[in-house]
């Protein structure tokens, strides 16, 4: 089991930068792959960008140049650096681990979801 908690969401104006963190439990957390997802209101979750335990890193194309995924496998944590955001970004951000290596398709493990909101 993996327990997943985000934080370092809230409000930046456009072309601001935000940092994500996610904190996980678990001693096997390093051998896991973790991804970064988001949601909006009645829409569907989707990708973010994606790094798998051994540190290759995938991103969607409308965040690539922009954000920047990294682990810290000694402090359990994986970040989502968030860089020129933009008000398309404003959406729930979600942490997850567990996915297949080189797949967007999430793992079983889901954070509560921290909001980003960028204003105009």
């Known amino acids: 089991q993996v327990q997943l908690v985000e934080s370092g969401g809230g409000l930046v104006q456009a072309g601001g930068s935000l940092r994500l963190s996610c904190a996980a439990s678990?001693?096997?957390?390093?051998?896991?792959?973790t991804g970064w997802y988001r949601q909006a209101p009645g829409k569907e979750r989707e990708f973010v960008a994606a790094?798998?335990?051994?540190?290759?890193?995938t991103y969607a194309d409308s965040v690539k140049g922009r954000f920047t995924i990294s682990r810290d496998n000694a402090k359990n944590t994986v970040y989502l650096q968030m860089n020129s955001l933009n008000t398309e970004d404003t959406d729930i951000y979600y942490c997850?681990?567990?996915?297949?290596?080189?797949?967007?398709?999430?793992?079983?493990?889901w954070g509560q979801g921290t909001q980003v909101t960028v204003s105009s």
């Open positions: 790094i798998t335990w051994s540190g290759g890193r």
């Open positions: 997850n681990a567990g996915g297949k290596a080189d797949t967007t398709t999430p793992g079983p493990y």
């Open positions: 678990g001693r096997t957390f390093s051998r896991y792959n």
